[in-house]
């Protein structure tokens, strides 16, 4: 049972440039969450999917910020014209459908300059 | 105020000593509650998950709720210089999204 799996593991882009996430879920997990974690805080919520359908986004995500799961497995963030602000490691997790426990990948660092 | 407090610490306890790490949180319609271990650079890992009031054991980890309170503990008997990390407490209403406390970090030296 091979676990959550992230790529990039870092990304150093420079202010204003567009960067993509992906993340690929536990094969069997219908549901997959973005998270977002700075330093010394602990992940904060971005959006989840259930199969294919995007149930819930935070307000958090803004309008730079756009996630897709085109045929419900793998994941896609997009962050366009990065900010310096949106450094953080970003953090994807994977459940079953009728399960509340959620299993993390390693997460993306980003370092925008 | 923060749906979920926790002290961020650090923590440091010698070889072999009980440590206790709490969280306390101020929406009644949180039911379920989990803890995770999160080692530097690295995704959180999770060690337990409950959701009802009472004490949950697995090895040298407890994990205890009091519903009334709007208080968790996790408690780690005999802990290890492997044990040191950052344990990350989370609770959800429901099936979704994960809010999380700040996180406890942890040192247990030889």
């Known amino acids: 049972d091979t676990g959550v799996s992230q790529d990039p593991r870092h990304k150093i882009t420079k202010r204003g440039q567009n960067v993509t996430f992906r993340c690929d879920p536990i094969?069997?997990?219908?549901?997959l969450y973005w998270y977002r974690q700075t330093l010394g805080q602990g992940p904060e919520f971005l959006t989840y999917f259930q199969n294919e359908a995007q149930l819930e986004k935070s307000r958090l995500l803004s309008d730079r910020f756009s996630a897709e799961r085109p045929k419900g497995s793998f994941s896609t963030l997009e962050i366009q014209r990065t900010e310096q602000g949106d450094s953080a490691m970003y953090l994807c997790a994977s459940s079953l459908v009728d399960r509340r426990e959620q299993f993390f990948g390693p997460g993306t660092r980003l370092t925008v300059l | 105020q923060k749906e979920v407090e926790q002290d961020p610490g650090p923590l440091s306890v010698p070889e072999g000593a009980i440590v206790s790490l709490n969280c306390t949180y101020s929406?009644?319609?949180?039911?379920?509650f989990m803890w995770y271990r999160q080692y530097s650079r690295k995704g959180p890992e999770l060690l337990m998950y409950?959701?009802?009031?009472g004490n949950k054991e697995d090895g040298r980890f407890t994990a205890q709720v009091d519903k009334s309170s709007k208080y968790i503990s996790l408690f780690i008997r005999d802990s290890q210089p492997s044990d040191s990390a950052t344990y990350l407490c989370?609770?959800?209403?429901?099936?979704?999204?994960?809010?999380f406390g700040q996180g406890t970090i942890l040192t247990v030296h030889p």
């Open positions: 094969s069997e997990h219908n549901r």
């Open positions: 929406n009644s319609a949180f039911q379920y």
């Open positions: 409950t959701y009802s009031s």
């Open positions: 989370a609770i959800t209403t429901s099936y979704g999204k994960l809010t």
